[in-house]
């Protein structure tokens, strides 16, 4: 399992509140919340659960540093683009250094 915090989401109304927790409860590697803690069933998603955890952390201002765990030797071309919208967000020199996923 995958612990990732969620501490400090920013909500512009009570539905969009809730629209958080819906949302994640949809992506399919979802295994449920624990407080204000998103656990995930395992470390090794797809890519399409990658994308709506991305969308879902910027969309809610979720630090997102705690997605570059999933970057894999698979998903590294697209995920580790700099040209995305999340690579300065998600990414240190020291995560694109490093040779281990």
Excluded at 28 to 53: H, M, N, Q, Y
Aim: include cysteine; charge should be negative; aromatic fraction near 14%.
């Amino acid at each position: 399992m995958v612990r990732l915090s969620c501490a400090g989401a920013r909500f512009g109304s009570y539905l969009d509140e809730k629209h958080l927790f819906t949302w994640a409860e949809e992506i399919p590697c979802f295994d449920r919340w624990d407080g204000d803690t998103l656990v995930l069933r395992s470390k090794e998603i797809s890519d399409a659960d990658l994308r709506d955890l991305l969308a879902l952390f910027s969309r809610y201002r979720i630090p997102m540093q705690q997605l570059a765990q999933f970057k894999t030797d698979a998903n590294r071309d697209w995920f580790t683009a700099p040209s995305t919208y999340w690579f300065s967000e998600v990414f240190t020199v020291d995560d694109l250094s490093s040779g281990q996923d």
